[in-house]
């Protein structure tokens, strides 16, 4: 074993110890421990008011299956995965002008999104909040051409407006770097052969960027899944996440082996995205490796 | 050059073609109407947020006096910093290690450090609720700034997986013949380690501490969970003004994080900048 630690065997593991200590017992204190306990508390139950006996019960975990608790995990997926269409119809576009601009236009576009993916979390859905008001400026507009005013916020299309307006750089970063490394004579090719740039859009470009579509899809449906700020500030009494449950288990309801419970779903079903996006890379590296050969 | 730019865009300059710079420009005006509204209205001289009024910088001045703002402000700041100088160090570790050692357990270990930047926020955040709520209470009346230790601890733990992914990527381009040659010129093993590879990782540890600086500034969620009744930060100050009075004076303190923000990443990009074009 020793001789793979690395090339040289003095001191070797003197400074690998040196390395390794400080960030291994971080993460095992202030992260694995405290996961470990929330993971023992969802087998247990409660005693008073912030006491749990871990009793290996698995009675939280039939309470997700609730009826109740299952329409709000199927309201979250419906959410995410509507977020994440919207997200890709907006963002492929804007990936594609990125990808062929010039070198200060792709700095300029880059910046564009990130300046307020940059910018709190809380400013941006602030700032969503006053325009959708029904005195805000979209109502204004309406008022115009004499429609309206609409009730906008605290409804679930601003929950998807807000979720949409998060999570867009989201989706664009990953489609550019997959769109800006493809090989842009299969485009020629396709153009010259006289296809029109939707047909070739749909025929030459989504079909060769496929992978990388999928992964941003992942990447964009994983962090919105999650989110608890969105529907709580735009949302109503009716756009609840799972988030904002296991919000309310912890916080008001005081039953923290439920929600614990609650938070194991939500970490499984995340860990079953992230998973399905590496068998997905790990595929697409495959037939990429065997296309070389 | 410029008859050129007249010319019909080429077959593959899609980004001059007019349907998709018309979509450009709309994704554009949807990002950036909320927020230019959001500081032109924080100049407004009215209480009510939706009529512009005027011309003032009275809520620039409200924000100055209100010490509840300006303590949950200086909070945010000296929570970011700190977490900022451990996160690079425990980031660096973690990258250093996991690119230049093969060990028992290293593929947990991995995992483990990747895990927070995966795990959804508000499990996180519960945890966190949870470890120092029961497990490790921590004192809730510490002298400034020991009782933000709780909160600072969290952000050490979310941040440091970003800035160890920003070091590995830069690791990978170091050239291992440097350090055997430090090596064989008689330098100790960390000593090589501290004189060659750290100035090469040097641009992914600025640029690695101003994401952790960013990320701890922005946290909401689990800082929601972590923060107690003295330890107000800036994002949970400004969340309890949101819910219960709307005022300019959110769009005003909005505005200054909006501004350090912007000030914090150009710094950054010059200061990276310059770093790249040092012999790199």
Known sequence: MNSAWNNSASGSRASFLAVITAPAAWITLFFVIPLSVIWAYSFGRTLGLTEVAVTGTLSNYVRVFDPVYLLIFAKSLVFAGLTTAVCLVIGFPYALAMTFASDRGKILLLLGIMLPFWTNLLVRTYALMAVMRTEGYINDAFGLVGLGPFEMLHTNFAVIVGLVYVHLPFIILPLYSTLDRMDRSLIEASLDLGAGHIATIFKVIIPIAKPGILSAIMLTFIPALGSYLTPDLLGGPDSQMIASVIERQFKRANDWPFGAALSFMLMYLTLLAMGLRAIQDRRAARTRSQGDA | ?280
């Open chain 2, 1 to 280: 050059m410029a008859k050129a730019l007249d010319a019909k865009p080429g077959p593959l300059e899609y980004s001059r073609r007019w349907p998709l710079r018309l979509w450009v420009g709309a994704v554009i005006l949807f990002l950036y109407l909320p927020l230019a509204s959001l500081v032109v209205f924080s100049f407004n001289d009215s209480r009510r947020t939706i009529r512009w009024e005027g011309f003032t910088l009275d809520w620039y001045g409200t924000m100055w006096n209100d010490s509840a703002l300006i303590d949950a402000f200086t909070n945010s700041l000296t929570i970011a910093f700190i977490s900022m100088l451990f996160s690079v160090v425990l980031g660096a570790l973690t990258a250093i290690a996991l690119w230049r050692f093969r060990f028992p357990g290293k593929g947990l270990f991995d995992g483990a450090v990747t895990l927070p930047i995966v795990v959804p926020e508000i499990c996180m955040g519960v945890a966190m609720l949870v470890f120092f709520g029961q497990i490790v209470p921590w004192p809730r009346d510490l002298v400034w700034p020991f009782d933000l230790g709780a909160i600072i601890i969290a952000h050490i733990t979310f941040s440091f997986p970003f800035v160890a992914v920003v070091v590995r990527a830069r690791l990978a381009s170091f050239n291992r013949e440097m350090e055997e040659a430090a090596r064989d010129l008689g330098a100790s093993e960390l000593r090589a380690l501290w004189d060659v590879l750290l100035p090469h990782v040097r641009p992914a540890l600025i640029s690695g501490g101003l994401l952790a600086f960013t990320l701890s500034l922005d946290d909401f969620v689990i800082t929601f969970f972590t923060s107690g009744p003295n330890t107000v930060t800036f994002p949970v100050k400004i969340y309890s003004m949101v819910r219960f009075s709307v005022t300019p004076e959110v769009n005003a303190a909005s505005t200054v994080l909006m501004l350090i923000t912007i000030a914090l990443t150009a710094i950054g990009m010059k200061l990276q900048g310059r770093d790249l074009a040092q012999g790199h």
